[in-house]
């Protein structure tokens, strides 16, 4: 089936324009999360939405950053007044739940091939 | 705020050799998965360990949680050209992600030489 894909694959952008980033998530998946990857930084978690509820914004750099999540399914990531310092892949994963006992389950994250943003 | 120490941070070594990444915290984790990245690709997954003291095996890689659930190894035997990338680490700590999303590890460059 159909992986995680985002658009675009590359965005170059100017200091102090906005951006848009795009995620389709793996049909089914109720659980969509958003990461950057910096050159030397690993991955760094950003926001998490599942389903329809209200997302966890903690993991935001700033208030130039925000996500929505339409219909439960597709999500932007919209970056305001681009900087330098937000050059990086922006990586989206969703997730499947499995069942390690009858009791509990864990969660499995797939990611997508990520959008690779320079600002200039 | 949840650490995940992995080392070597690079690696490089020859073909038909064998190998180690550590993955190490002073947290628990519900559970670990392990991802390898190409450049220009995103993390694809390797396996997930959810048990203390669980060992997995995908062909010539196994994985192993460690029993306190804080710390995971991936061990490479007779590694292969076709081996190379950069392996990453990534701990869950509610029921895998939850609002906090996965902690990863910086990852290890793994250069196999033919």
């Known amino acids: 089936g159909a992986g995680v894909s985002q658009s675009p694959s590359n965005k170059v952008t100017e200091k102090g324009k906005d951006v848009e980033l795009r995620c389709d998530p793996i049909?089914?998946?109720?659980?969509l999360y958003w990461y950057r990857q910096s050159l030397g930084q690993g991955l760094e978690f950003l926001i998490y939405?599942?389903?329809?509820?209200?997302?966890?914004k903690s993991g935001l750099p700033s208030d130039r950053f925000s996500a929505e999540r339409t219909g439960g399914s597709v999500s932007t990531l919209t970056i305001q007044r681009t900087q330098q310092e937000d050059s990086a892949v922006y990586l989206c994963?969703?997730?499947?739940?499995?069942?390690?006992?009858?009791?509990?389950?864990?969660?499995?994250?797939?990611f997508g091939p990520g959008t690779r943003l320079t600002v200039l | 705020t949840q650490l995940l120490e992995q080392s070597p941070q690079f690696l490089s070594i020859q073909e038909g050799e064998n190998l180690t990444v550590y993955c190490n915290s002073s947290?628990?984790?519900?559970?670990l998965q392990w991802y390898r990245q190409e450049p220009g690709e995103g993390p694809v997954l390797l396996v997930t360990?959810?048990?203390?003291?669980e060992v997995k095996k995908l062909k010539r890689l196994t994985f192993q949680f460690g029993d306190a659930r804080k710390d995971s190894s991936l061990h490479i035997t007779a590694a292969q050209p076709g081996d190379t990338g950069l392996y990453l680490c990534?701990?869950?700590?509610?029921?895998?992600?939850?609002?906090?999303?996965?902690?990863f590890g910086k990852g290890t460059h793994l250069i196999i030489q033919p």
């Open positions: 994963a969703s997730s499947a739940q499995r069942k390690k006992s009858p009791y509990s389950s864990y969660n499995e994250q797939f």
């Open positions: 360990v959810v048990t203390g003291g």
């Open positions: 947290s628990v984790f519900s559970s």
């Open positions: 049909s089914g998946h109720t659980a």
């Open positions: 990534a701990g869950a700590s509610h029921q895998g992600g939850g609002a906090d999303g996965l902690t």
């Open positions: 939405f599942q389903g329809n509820s209200a997302p966890d």
